[in-house]
Nanobody, 124 residues
């Protein structure tokens, strides 16, 4: 079992930055694909960034250049650095991890373990 806990959300003005953390316990994240998803009110959940087991990264087009995903194996934590925040980034952000090693396209990975989410609110 892997337990995921997100933190780092908050209220920030447009143009600001946040770093979200996804801390894992139970088992390692280092050999799993991990994704950051977000869900805004009234919208479907979307995958915005991911890192494969091998370390390759993926970003949805609308966040490229502003979001950076990284993994610290020693801390068993995956981060999402978000810069130049926009009001449309307002959402609950979730991290999720695959059950097994995966270097597949992150959009096709079955994310098995999920955190509880952290709220990001961007004011204009």
């Amino acid at each position: 079992q892997v337990q995921l806990v997100e933190s780092g959300g908050g209220v920030v003005q447009a143009g600001g930055s946040l770093r979200l953390s996804c801390a894992a316990s139970g088992r390692t994240l280092s050999n799993r694909a991990t994704g950051w998803f977000r869900q805004a009110p009234g919208k479907e959940r979307e995958l915005v960034a991911a890192i494969t087991s091998g370390g390759s990264t993926y970003y949805v087009n609308r966040v490229k250049g502003r979001f950076t995903i990284s993994r610290d194996n020693a801390k068993n934590t995956v981060y999402l650095q978000i810069n130049s925040l926009k009001p449309e980034d307002t959402a609950v952000y979730y991290c999720a991890a695959s059950r097994y090693y995966s270097d597949a396209d992150p959009r096709s990975v079955e994310y098995y373990y999920w955190g509880q989410g952290t709220q990001v609110t961007v004011s204009s």
